[in-house]
């Protein structure tokens, strides 16, 4: 098997994985009004074993399926923003995921520069995405849907 269907094979089941798991979120581990994530370790895994396209794809995946979500009401709260902007909510959605698995990538490699040890770069990346999948989120949600908040 060829390196890139490697890729290919890794990175469609890493999107498949990401899709069950947000899906279940919302029925497994619903904490108040929110749901417990762990959408975010395929995430992570596909920025450090594919790099910034994987981390991008398996990002994307998940911000289609939170829209999804969303528009299907699903996620009540993302369904409430959808009806109040649907361009917003896409772009607080798909647009968040894919940078959150760029920034993962991007933040891997520079810690495997500089430290050269996986272990803590992966940590170390798992952090980052966590924390920016939620500081994006809140970035996006204040500025775009500023006008609704008051």
Same mark, same amino acid.
Do not use: W
């Given at each position: 098997?060829?390196?890139?269907?490697?890729? &290919?094979? $890794? *990175?469609?089941? %890493?999107?498949?994985?990401?899709?069950? @798991?947000?899906?279940?979120? =919302?029925? +497994? !581990?619903?904490?108040l009004?929110?749901?417990?994530?762990?959408?975010?370790?395929?995430?992570?895994?596909?920025?450090?074993?594919?790099?910034?396209?994987?981390?991008?794809?398996?990002?994307? &995946?998940? $911000? *289609?399926?939170? %829209?999804?979500?969303?528009?299907?009401? @699903?996620?009540?709260?993302? =369904?409430i +923003? !959808?009806?109040?902007?649907?361009?917003?909510?896409?772009?607080?959605t798909?647009?968040?995921?894919?940078?959150?698995?760029?920034?993962?990538?991007?933040?891997?490699?520079?810690?495997?520069?500089?430290?050269?040890?996986?272990?803590?770069?992966?940590?170390?990346?798992?952090?980052?995405?966590?924390? =920016?999948?939620?500081?994006i989120f809140?970035?996006?949600?204040?500025?775009?849907?500023?006008?609704?908040?008051?």
């Open positions: 098997m060829y390196t890139t269907q490697k890729n &290919s094979a $890794g *990175i469609a089941m %890493l999107v498949a994985i990401t899709v069950v @798991l947000q899906l279940l979120s =919302s029925f +497994l !581990f619903p904490v009004q929110f749901s417990l994530s762990l959408v975010m370790i395929p995430i992570v895994i596909a920025a450090v074993y594919f790099g910034k396209k994987g981390g991008m794809i398996v990002g994307t &995946s998940f $911000g *289609i399926t939170v %829209l999804i979500q969303c528009i299907l009401g @699903l996620d009540k709260s993302g =369904s +923003l !959808f009806n109040i902007n649907p361009y917003f909510t896409f772009l607080a798909v647009f968040r995921g894919l940078l959150v698995g760029l920034i993962a990538a991007c933040v891997f490699t520079l810690f495997m520069k500089l430290t050269r040890h996986f272990i803590a770069a992966t940590a170390v990346t798992a952090a980052v995405a966590v924390i =920016s999948n939620t500081g809140l970035l996006l949600f204040t500025t775009l849907f500023n006008e609704t908040l008051y």
